[in-house]
């Protein structure tokens, strides 16, 4: 079992910065691919970032150049530094760890991030 536990939501003006943090404990050893999703009311949930265990990233085109995904394997701790913010990032941001060994999935329960106009 993975705990993922999400902090670092609010609300912020366009244009401004957050960084949402990721903490993970339990059976971390068998996580292969960390993940930030989001979900707008009335969208689908979205993939806006990924890291590996060896590092490489992918983003989201709609995010591209703006967040930026790391971790931190000392703290066990992933980040999502989300900079340049518009009101259509306004969603649940949800942590998600992928342990591809065991084909399981891990969510934490999501943090809100309201980007004002």
């Known amino acids: 079992q993975v705990q993922l536990v999400e902090s670092g939501g609010g609300l912020v003006q366009a244009g401004g910065s957050l960084r949402l943090s990721c903490a993970a404990s339990?059976?971390?050893?068998?996580?292969?691919?960390m993940n930030w999703y989001r979900q707008a009311p009335g969208k689908q949930r979205e993939l806006v970032a990924a890291?590996?265990?060896?590092?490489?990233?992918n983003y989201a085109d709609s995010v591209k150049g703006r967040f930026t995904i790391s971790r931190d394997n000392a703290k066990n701790t992933v980040y999502l530094q989300m900079n340049s913010l518009k009101p259509e990032d306004t969603a649940v941001y949800r942590c998600?760890?992928?342990?591809?060994?065991?084909?399981?999935?891990?969510w934490g329960e999501g943090t809100l991030v309201t980007v004002s106009s």
């Open positions: 890291i590996t265990s060896g590092g490489s990233t």
């Open positions: 998600n760890a992928y342990s591809e060994p065991y084909g399981l999935n891990y």
């Open positions: 339990g059976s971390i050893a068998s996580i292969s691919t």
